[in-house]
């Protein structure tokens, strides 16, 4: 039985390693931290777990929701949208169970000649699947029309503050001057859906999982080692030890500066190209209040661009008094660090919440923070043609995949989508629907 090492225990890592293992490989997982499932990881807030990352399965999520059931059984509770957003100090909702309404308010907020420029987007990811990922071939074309110049070129300030910034802010981290239009299929795909979570949680999904293959945790992979035009294996680093690891093959499954950081000076080439990918930083705060903070109609906030945070949600349908703020965008960077205070933090969230939904002023019985330096991938203007050059360096060596948030989108399931593609690289052959009998 061949042997395959997959680094990173994100979503692209799970999914690289379920796909193997589906295909009859052995699997050994690397991961750096004490932690595993990278973003999506959960942590303790107070005595309860909790899933960190985000936590929302869309309705069209059919390779994340496969896997899940493969696991353990699995039950879905819908979550919905139910949030709103801040305009010129004033909250305007958005209702998930009223789409005619939400669609009449969007004519007539950004204006007709912008929707119906979103609405060939849109068009275009409901008719064809492929294009809901980086790479697909609608976008292709809008790439090499327009991807000359930011996103921000194209489309009117109302519709870039409170449509189009919204998606890439809290999926990429980035402002519509730093987001190319050649990339916005992913992210139309995302308002899209509808959105139910796991009630079990997450986490106990990937527990499951984590039980069926070798996990090596708190080891560093320092690089990969090649025989010729072939990689054979990694030097890692564990306890403080170096050692040599060999492997039938390895996927490289973490964010594109990571993965560059692995690769040897014969594939230099193609470290060259993932160091030009864009990462923005995030931070996310989950924290706990005695009450409800966000009433049942109205569950999530999406703020502007003058705020430090992005967003702020209640963790759950009925856990409203725990709020999951998100961190990110120009202001979140310029004006946060790694090393500026929690506490710091949120009291700058709530200052901003506050207005709104007063509640969160109450005093917090619990609370948990992550700063992810290389947080949200942004890509870059014509990814497509990255992702062809990508795929030329590879096919110019043997035993190496790569997979992660740059290859087909950020979302759960695009990360799933690019480690099932990793794995038929190392030539995993199976298909997703055919799992349960696989398996």
Partial sequence: MKTVAVVGSGASGVASAFALQAAGYQVVMLEATKNLGGRMGDAYLGDRRIDFGGKNIGRNYPLFRQFAE???????????????????????????????????????LI?????????????AVRRDPENAFLGGPYFRRVAQRYDHAPMSTYFGDQCLRHLLRPMTVRMNGAEPDEYYLGNIGSNIKMILDRYDQIKE?????????????????????????????????LRATQRGKSVDKFYDGVVVGVPAHEGARMLPEALSPLRDLLNGINYHPVAVAVVQYDRPV????????????????????????????????????????ENIS??????????MAEADLSPFFPDCKQPRLAFVYRYFQTGLCAYGPYHSQFLDSVDSHLSAVSGLALAGDYIRGGSIEACFRAGYEAAERLGAVFRPETLRTAL
């Fill in 294 to 333: 966000f009433p049942d109609h109205t569950r999530a906030v999406v703020f502007s661009d003058d705020h430090i945070v992005s967003n702020a949600g209640a963790y759950g349908a009925e856990d409203r008094n725990i709020v999951r703020y998100t961190f990110s965008g120009r202001a979140f960077r």
């Fill in 111 to 123: 204006g007709p000649m912008n929707f119906l420029r979103i609405a060939r987007l849109a068009w």
């Fill in 70 to 108: 493969t696991q353990l059984p699995v039950h879905y509770e819908f979550f919905g949208i139910n949030s709103a957003s801040v305009r010129n100090g004033r909250l305007y909702r958005i209702d998930s169970e009223s789409r005619l309404k939400t669609l009449l308010n969007m004519v007539d």
């Fill in 338 to 347: 790694v090393t500026t205070p929690i506490e710091e933090m949120l009291a």
């Fill in 201 to 233: 949680g997450l986490h106990t999904v990937l527990d499951a999982f984590f039980e069926s293959i070798t996990v090596m945790r708190e080891t560093v992979v320092d690089g990969l080692l090649m025989d010729g035009k072939r990689v054979v294996g």
